[in-house]
């Protein structure tokens, strides 16, 4: 068994105050109108997918599995200055503009609550507690338990469920404040990380690797050939898989594109888009708890050797709570050095033991 190792999760309740609940008034206008419309053509009730109780069933699990080197801190919300190193001016405006309302802010369903803007808020500041802990060595790793998530955020715009880009304000706080220069940002979450991408598309300091379920998933974006533009041509890699894809492919792609981009971009920490919905309760990818896991070694050992172990995780995506909250804590019990397991395909256990149990069966001896 590896040595422990302490882990750091970053937690405040005021995520939770994030509640759009589509059956409250929302402001009346052209969007409003647009998405009622949306939504009547489906004909069955329509609930808001990112809600409170997927942080509460992670919570939940963590105080009932107790991992042993994890512990718990409080999170803190972003000003306005960090936020708009990736975020414009009247985009943050829009969105302060918007505290204490129900509201949609986007075509794809994207919505607010009263407490919504605070949750973004602390979301993007717990993100940055998580890597402030980590560069200044008073926690080994970090994981941010945040909502509501960010990487669908661009500068101007709302997009996913997300309101304010928790990781790349992460990012950028890094190196703004904390000496920080090369930042690897690795998005595992099923769908393309699109905002993450276009804030730093031409930045050469920033390298962002996402694997994800291909277009037409949603947002639709990450083609092979994305690969960044003007200084930051390479630093993009994008990593597009075909539905039901899992462990297996996966793990491929971290052993022979991830692994050796991170050693030649050499980062001064590593930050992980950690999205759940890549595991096969969510219905789109095939990844399970010990693919998680698995991935969870390769970044950590990346991390320990290009830049003194500084690995943060922020969590994305996950709407099954059950997937959600196992697949935090087996990324957790990892980053706790806990054993990596070597995942295997699906059945192939169980197809060896009937193998055997069956063998002598139809010889006719
Ligand atoms: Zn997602």
């Known amino acids: 068994m590896a040595e422990q190792r302490n882990v750091t999760v970053f ?54 599995e107790l991992i042993a080197g994890v512990r718990f801190e409080s999170g803190k919300a972003a000003t306005r200055e960090q936020l708009a190193r990736v975020h414009t001016t009247s985009y943050l405006d829009h969105v302060f503009s918007m505290r204490d309302k129900n509201a949609w802010l986007d075509v ?49 715009r709302a997009r996913g469920f997300c309101l304010l880009n928790n990781i790349a304000v992460a990012a950028a706080h890094a190196q703004a404040e904390l000496g920080c220069q090369r930042v ?47 200084l930051g041509e390479g630093a993009t890699v994008n990593v597009p898989m075909p539905a039901g894809a899992g462990d297996v492919a996966y793990l491929r792609a971290f052993n022979e594109i991830l692994v050796p981009a991170a050693e030649y971009f050499r980062p001064d920490v590593i930050l992980v888009s950690a999205g759940f919905d890549a595991h096969w309760y969510d219905l789109a990818l095939n990844v399970s708890f010990e693919g998680f896991a698995a991935m969870t070694g390769i970044v950590q050992s990346l991390a320990d050797r290009l830049c003194q172990g500084r690995l943060v995780f922020v969590l994305e995506g996950g709407y099954n ?23 295997r395909v699906c059945g192939m256990e169980e197809v060896e033991a009937a193998i055997a149990f069956h063998q002598d069966a139809f010889t006719g001896e």
């Open 108 to 156: 794809d369903t994207t919505a607010v609550s009263p407490g919504s803007v605070e949750a973004a808020e602390v979301a993007a500041g717990t993100a940055i507690a998580a890597v402030e802990a980590v560069v200044s060595g008073s926690s080994e790793s970090a994981f941010a338990l945040v909502r509501p998530p960010g990487h669908h955020a661009e500068p101007v």
């Open 184 to 230: 690897l940002i690795v998005d595992w979450d099923a769908h393309h990380g699109n905002g993450t991408q276009g804030i730093f598309w031409a930045d050469p300091d920033v390298m962002f690797f996402d694997i994800h379920r291909a277009s037409p998933f949603y947002p639709g974006s990450g083609s092979l050939q994305d690969v960044g533009a003007g």
């Open 321 to 343: 709570t059950e997937s959600l909250s196992r697949g935090v804590h087996s990324v957790l019990g990892v980053l706790a050095g806990g054993p990596v397991p070597e995942p």
């Open 11 to 64: 937690y405040d309740d005021r995520v939770l105050h994030h509640a759009p609940d589509v059956n409250a008034a929302f402001l009346p206008g052209r969007l409003d109108k647009r998405i009622r419309g949306i939504l009547a053509g489906l004909n069955v009730p329509w609930k808001y997918p990112e809600h409170p109780g997927r942080i509460n069933a992670i919570i939940d699990l963590l105080r009932r």
